[in-house]
């Protein structure tokens, strides 16, 4: 099975793509039946941010955070979308022909900044027809992805059957979501959805001191320390019931109820299970870091692989297009 799934480098990588995407990717590609393509969006990252120099250090920030989490990049493949640009924007460009306006127009990721439409690129709007893109080029079956992406999953099956319907039903490979139920959306500090644009992220590579700070930050009511607490209704406890053993959630969760036990203690346990349980990846991905160059050999010998899989789709879609 073909297993596709892609990041944009519009920040550095967070807590809430590593549970999302990331590691539900990899534990999929650690399948010795499955074909893993994990790549970095680096296109639909423009549509936000345009500033070349900020833009590639994400990209690296997102290669090493795949490859710290344990991504066999050498078995698999791992691509810079842009790098693929000609394959990747040429099949949009026929899929944008097939796209009826109100489908982009109800898209979540256009509505969401719609209020003020001189700020909406183009880009924006067609956002969901480059993904569709991104993952038919592949014949990927199984997209991994957070709750956010059902969505977009759901056009790319659209786009691919009005495609199929004209050029033949077997020209393009309608994928399938999944997303994870126990991860479906990480809550960010303040307890929304975790996100680069909200700024509300936990950046789980940060040196100890940092992440202790960010993780400080997590913001809970003012029940005072010796008052029991709802373990249901936090954001500490939440986060902490994603990362810590099972055990160590229920001890957590009797303390919050027999109360005199603060806050302050509860964000301490959480940053000691991120530090301990990303232990592994924390320690790579600065390795990865500070070797760009190892980062770009594995990069490039992805990218030539990924491209004789695209070329050879875009072959066939040309060939049943007429073109
Ligand atoms: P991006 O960079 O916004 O998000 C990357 C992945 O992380 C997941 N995610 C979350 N999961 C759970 N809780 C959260 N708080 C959270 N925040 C982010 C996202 O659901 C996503 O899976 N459009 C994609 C990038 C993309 C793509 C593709 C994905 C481009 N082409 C093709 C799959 C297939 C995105 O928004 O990435």
Redo the contacts with the bound molecule.
């Keep these: 099975m073909r297993i596709?799934?892609?990041?944009?480098a519009?920040g550095r990588p967070h807590l809430?793509?590593i549970?999302?995407?990331i590691k539900p990717a990899i534990q999929l590609s650690k399948n010795p039946n499955n074909e893993s393509f994990l790549f970095i969006?680096d296109l639909?990252t423009l549509t936000s941010l345009k500033d070349g120099k900020q833009l590639r250090e994400n990209t690296y920030a997102i290669a090493a955070a795949w490859l710290a989490c344990g991504f066999d990049a050498d078995k698999n493949f791992f691509y810079r979308q842009s790098k693929l640009a000609g394959y990747h924007t040429e099949l949009m460009w026929y899929l944008n022909c097939f796209t009826p306006f109100p489908m982009l127009a109800n898209a979540h990721s256009f509505k969401d900044k719609s209020e003020k439409l001189a700020d909406v690129n183009a880009g924006l709007f067609t956002y969901p027809v480059l993904?569709a893109a991104?993952?038919m080029l592949y014949d990927a079956h199984l997209?991994p992805?957070?709750?956010?992406?059902r969505q977009?999953l759901e056009m790319t099956r659209d786009l691919g059957g009005a495609f199929n319907r004209q050029y033949g039903e077997d020209t393009l490979i309608l994928p399938e979501a999944k997303i994870d139920e126990s991860?479906?959306?990480?809550p960010g500090i303040d307890g929304q959805?975790?996100?680069k644009s909200l700024n509300n992220y936990i950046d789980i590579f940060l040196n100890e001191k940092d992440l202790l700070k960010v993780v400080k930050k997590v913001v809970t009511d003012a029940t005072p320390l010796e008052d029991p607490k709802n373990p249901d209704t936090d954001n500490v406890f939440k986060l902490y019931s994603l990362v810590a053993n099972p055990d160590e959630i229920a001890e957590m969760r009797q303390n919050y109820l027999a109360g005199g036990y603060g806050y302050g203690h509860a964000k301490n346990a959480l940053h000691t299970v991120l530090v301990r349980e990303f232990a592994e990846e924390r320690e790579k991905f600065d390795y990865y870091m500070n070797h760009i160059e190892e980062l770009e050999e594995k990069l490039q010998a992805g990218e030539a692989k990924a491209e004789v899989i695209a070329k050879a789709t875009m072959e066939r879609v040309r060939n049943r297009m007429n073109l």
């Design positions: 596709l799934t892609g990041i944009q519009s809430g793509n549970l999302g995407a969006a639909h993904q991104d993952i997209v992805v957070g709750k956010d992406q977009h991860v479906m959306t990480i959805k975790m996100s």
